[in-house]
Structure formats: C-alpha cells, structure tokens
C-alpha cells in the first residue's frame, strides 16, 4: 500500500499540470504528502481496511469526490487518528493531501468518521495509540 501511495505521489505532479482552470486550482502538494508518508514523521502508517457501503470503485466506493471523478484525477489524503475498537478510527484530523481543493481530505475524514474506513493497526500499536493512515483514490478510469 505505501509503495502504490508512494507511486501515486509521483504522478500527482502530471496531473496538477494538466487540469483546466477553474477555481481554486488544485495543486500536486507533493512534497507535503511525500513528508506525511515518511514512517519517520510521525505515529506509525495503519494500513487502511474499507468496511461496508458502496465499494464498486475501489476502497473508498461511494465517498470519491465528485469533483475528482468529473475531472479524472486520482489522489491521496494522509489522516491522523486514535486507534479504536476492532480498528475504528476516532478523532481523526487532515495531515496532507495531494492533489489539494479536490475534496480527498474531506472524503477520507468521512469515511473515517461513517465508520467505513478502518486500520489495520500496526505492529505494537494498542487501543488509544495515534495512527496515520494513507487514503488511496486510485481513478478506475486510468
């Protein structure tokens, strides 16, 4: 999964440069994400588990931002949250995203919150213990 969030950053950079302009003009921000998915930023990376609701388009299913999908973008949010029960994420808050003004930061946080996006704690993390978890909308169109 990091490797995939890794690649995906890279290409962050071709698509901020080929959008139309409309505003606010979403922008790669990819040296923020590339700093959020560095294991040594920060609380250990979770690996993300989708749970229920519409998942015909991957993980996130249903919550794709309806400006990215109309405009073919892929992208990754970067969230941090506390680990709860069975892997439930609470109290979670936006560390970075890419392409920005596209609406990721907010579908990721939603999901979170709706209880369809869930972590895989990492290895020695227990109930209580700040996680970072990377949200990957991968466009099925490409």
Not at 79 to 94: H, P, S, V
Not at 104 to 128: D, I, N, Q, V, W
């Amino acid at each position: 999964m990091r490797g995939l969030a890794f690649g995906l950053v890279v290409s962050l950079a071709a698509a901020g440069a080929t959008m139309a302009a409309t505003a606010p003009k979403p922008q790669p921000n990819v040296e923020a994400v590339r700093a959020a998915i560095d294991p040594a930023s920060g609380p250990p990376i979770a690996d993300p588990v989708y749970a229920g609701g519409d998942t015909s388009m991957g993980g996130p299913g249903g919550y794709w931002p309806e400006r990215a999908l109309r405009l073919n973008i892929s992208g990754v949010a970067v969230i941090k949250c506390t680990l709860g029960d069975a892997g439930a994420l609470k109290d979670c808050a936006l560390v970075a995203e890419g392409p920005t003004t596209l609406g990721f930061s907010e579908a990721s946080l939603l999901m979170a919150k709706a209880g369809h996006l869930k972590a895989k704690p990492p290895e020695g993390a227990k109930l209580g213990d700040p996680v970072r978890v990377i949200v990957v909308f991968k466009n099925p169109n490409k």
